[in-house]
Structure formats: C-alpha cells, structure tokens
Nanobody, 115 residues
C-alpha cells in the first residue's frame, strides 16, 4: 500500500519559515519525481515546486528565491523549505509523487501565515 504523508504545517508570522516533509512508503521513492502543490481557499490548486529523480528542480515564479525543494531518497522523504513567508502563502500544501502514469497524493498540511 502506497502512503504519502505530509507534515510540518502550522501557523507562522509573516517573514517566518517552515519546513514541510513528505514521507513516502510502499514504493521505491527514488524512482519517482516529487512535487509540492498548494490550494488556497476559493482558489485552484497550483504547482509550487518539483524535483526530478536526478535532483533537478523547478519553481513557480511566486516562490523563487524563497522556497527550496529537496529529497532524501534514503529517508523516502521530500522536503519544502519555506522562508520569508507571506500571508498570500496561506494554503493547504500537498505532496505529489509521479512516475509515468502512476501518481499519488497526500492529504495535505495547512500552512497559515498571519500576524
């Protein structure tokens, strides 16, 4: 059984930092690309960042220079380091892993940026 479990969300003040984790089990994580998406209330889900099996990354323009995606294949975990958080970053952040036509999602973790 494949499991994708996000953690690390919470309430943070503007300008603060959080690190999200995406723990994967039940598959060979090292053979899957991973991505972080977010969905704010009343808005569509949008891509935040992706990382390939080789470690190549790409980011949405609105997080470039602030967020960093990484992966630790030995720990079967992907990470999203979020710095300089803004109120508009408030959303449910979800992890997605994909390999060809196989895709798996976690349930998400809520990030709230507010003073």
């Amino acid at each position: 059984q494949v499991r994708v479990v996000e953690s690390g969300g919470g309430l943070v003040q503007p300008g603060g930092s959080l690190r999200l984790s995406c723990a994967v089990s039940g598959i060979n994580f090292s053979t899957y690309a991973a991505g972080w998406y977010r969905q704010a209330p009343g808005k569509q889900r949008e891509l935040v960042a992706r990382i390939t099996i080789g470690g190549r990354t790409n980011y949405a323009d609105f997080v470039k220079g602030r967020f960093t995606i990484s992966r630790d294949n030995a720990e079967n975990t992907a990470y999203l380091q979020m710095n300089s958080l803004k109120p508009e970053d408030t959303a449910v952040y979800s992890c997605n892993i994909v390999k060809f036509s196989r895709t798996y999602w976690g349930e998400g973790t809520l990030v709230t940026v507010s003073s």
